[in-house]
């Protein structure tokens, strides 16, 4: 089995470097007018170019965010377009009171509360005037009381002259008389000057300014005119529905009068026809089909001649069967946690630690989802794995230190291959050191932490190995605390606190029992970076071996590979110490990181 996963893994890392010379195709060929062949397709590899699209699911604040998010303007070639505007229509009414809140708010609303009278646009004045009196010596009339107190009369005859104007007035043809004229002093208003914005004082008056008058009037008038629109033009669907699966659907509108048939169903299948429609406005008119007519049983009086034969039946054939409901488990949840007793080896560990016997707990939690209907698995865990030693006269120090989760989601794609979406993060909890140098930490919680996604396939070949290859993959490494930390032990550069690497991505896992009672597991992490140095391969690669001995105690080994290009150790010569380079500094170089425990476990599965 072991070779076969090593045969897999070369025949994976051989594509992935020279795929490119692979897919070249001559240039005369494409001069010939030839269709170009898919080069790998020519070499018996098939990848399928469909893919189904994904099950999303958004809640009413996640929608509103995102459309929100599509109808900015810079997103659109045209700012009128259509469907622009029709998905800002959608966001204001989802974000709205429903239109019959909104017609009831405008139809009791006080519009005399915005009124402001049309006499305040203008600023008014008074003006002194004199106004002429005119009265024949022979009218009939009444003197107005008024004029005869302010008013001096002179007397001018007819055919007359008066300061140059001729005034020629007769009262009859056969008596000439004279006329009464005179002057009257009067103040009327008159418009000073008007107004071209006004506000009003009023509490609660809810616009900055008028700049008509009657302008409230106006709004009211638009209001009314909109509502009467829009409540003519709206309308809804209702679907009807019986005892029967059938749906009918009715639409709800103040101009509709179409009718629909309707089956009205009861337990024993008979129906009766109904029509269904709107008739007016926000009302649904029910009629039963012509010809129907319902009857009331007569109520019998006389029983005198009537028999009842009862005949005794076995209550167990009028028991009914119902078919067993089976709700699917999508969640499985377990955990495990080994509390070991080991010896420990370590050689070029960058993190820190020392050989000797130890102890240590390693706990795990699992929670796997799987939806067969939704072609749908994910595998999920977190792992602590913590140990301390002691050594001779020297103090506990700490000997593993290890923080890890992984997340793994797939969706069925075609044959053992699944799409698939990976998350792995680790770090430690506590600090560590290079012992005996006790004071200065190399690293400690979240320092440094290392985080990768990737996306890309799964191939499972059986249901004990796991092949996920990503070749879109983003991997990070990050030392938040560079003063106390030397980010450089891990491959960021100085000033850095983080190193940001796009590649590729290998996980391989494997589960292999020779026998009942002794399993092995390997897991091999495998990545690249496109833009620095492809060539060097990051591995991690941990071996578990367990023996079981009985329900609670197994023994288990333990080894963990490896090597990181930009993970770089101090090197020593035969007396330990470090080699200085022309500047007098100590060398550093990558080199491979190895850590093996060897004990007696005891277990809990939960």
């Known amino acids: 089995m072991s070779y076969k996963i090593l045969t897999f893994l070369l025949i994976f890392i051989s594509l992935f470097y020279y795929s490119e010379s692979y897919s070249q195709v001559s240039v005369n060929t494409v001069n010939k007018g030839k ?19 994904p099950d999303i699911k958004l809640s009413k604040e996640q929608a509103l965010n995102y459309l929100q998010s599509w109808h900015n303007i810079s997103n659109w070639i045209n700012p009128s377009d259509p469907l622009r505007e029709a998905i800002g229509q959608l966001l204001f009414f989802a974000s709205n009171n429903p239109f019959d809140s909104t017609s009831f708010f405008l139809s009791k609303y006080p ?16 003006l002194k005037v004199k ?27 007819s055919n007359s002259q008066k300061e140059g104007i001729v005034i020629n007035l007769t009262d009859s043809p056969a008596h000439p008389g004279t006329l009464l004229i005179g ?11 008007t107004l071209h914005e006004l506000s009003s004082s009023r509490s609660g008056f809810p616009f900055r300014k008028f700049n008509w008058p009657y302008e409230s009037d106006s709004i009211l008038v638009a209001i009314k005119s909109l509502v009467s629109f829009v409540e003519n033009r709206d309308s809804s669907v209702v679907n009807l529905s019986g005892t029967s699966n059938l749906v009918t659907p009715v639409w709800l509108n103040s101009k509709s009068n179409n009718l629909v048939k309707f089956w009205l169903r009861n337990e024993y299948s008979d129906s009766v026809t109904l029509w269904a ?102 595998n999920n865990y977190i792992r602590l794995k913590y140990g301390l030693i002691k050594s001779g ?20 794609a075609f044959g053992k291959f699944d799409f698939s979406a990976i998350m792995l993060f680790k770090t430690q909890i506590s600090k560590g050191y290079n012992y005996p140098n006790d004071s200065v930490p190399v690293s400690k919680f979240l320092n440094p932490g290392v985080f990768t996604l990737g996306l890309g396939l799964d191939f499972k070949p059986d249901k004990t190995t796991s092949v996920n290859f990503s070749p879109l993959s983003y991997k ?24 940001q690497e796009p590649g590729a991505s290998l996980l391989i896992t494997n589960e292999f029992k020779p026998v009942k009672t002794v399993s092995i597991t390997n897991r091999v992490q495998l990545f ?53 380079d022309e500047f007098g500094i100590p060398k550093r170089s990558a080199r491979i990181q190895f850590k093996e425990l060897l004990g007696f476990s005891f277990v809990f599965r939960f």
């Open 528 to 580: 690249t970076n496109y833009i620095h140095n492809p060539q060097n391969i990051d591995v991690d690669w941990e071996m578990i071996a367990t023996v079981k001995l009985n329900w609670f105690t197994d023994m288990r080994f333990n080894t963990n590979l490896i090597y990181d290009d930009k993970a770089k150790t101090t090197v020593l010569d035969k007396h330990g110490k470090p080699f200085l």
């Open 277 to 378: 429609g709107s008739v007016s406005k926000n009302t649904l008119g029910l009629y039963l089909e012509e010809g129907i007519i319902f009857r009331r049983p007569m109520k019998q009086s006389n029983f005198s001649n009537a028999q009842i034969t009862l005949k005794q039946i076995n209550s167990k054939d009028l028991q009914e069967l119902r078919k067993a409901e089976i709700k699917p488990l999508y969640w499985r949840l377990h955990s495990e946690a080994s509390f070991i007793l080991n010896q420990a080896s370590l050689t070029n560990w960058v993190k820190g630690g020392e050989s000797c016997i130890s102890g240590a707990t390693d706990m795990t939690g699992y929670a796997d989802y799987n939806n067969k209907k939704l072609d749908l698995l994910s």
């Open 35 to 53: 269709v170009l062949p898919d080069s790998l397709s020519g070499k018996g590899i098939h990848f399928r170019t469909t893919r189904e699209k």
């Open 476 to 499: 990070a490494t990050f030392v938040t605390d560079t003063l106390h930390i030397d980010q450089t032990l891990y491959g960021i550069p100085h000033g850095k606190k983080s190193l």
């Open 131 to 157: 106004i002429p009196v005119i009265r024949s010596s022979h009218s009939s009339l009444p003197a107005d009381s008024f004029i005869k107190a302010d008013t001096t009369y002179k007397k001018i005859f």
């Open 393 to 412: 006269d020297k103090p506990i120090e700490k000997n593993t230190d290890l923080l890890e989760t992984n997340s793994k989601i797939n969706h069925k």
């Open 111 to 126: 519009y005399d509360s915005i009124n402001i009278p049309w006499d305040k646009f203008y600023i008014w004045d008074t």
């Open 183 to 193: 002057s009257k002093d009067t103040i009327i208003i008159i418009a000073k000057d």
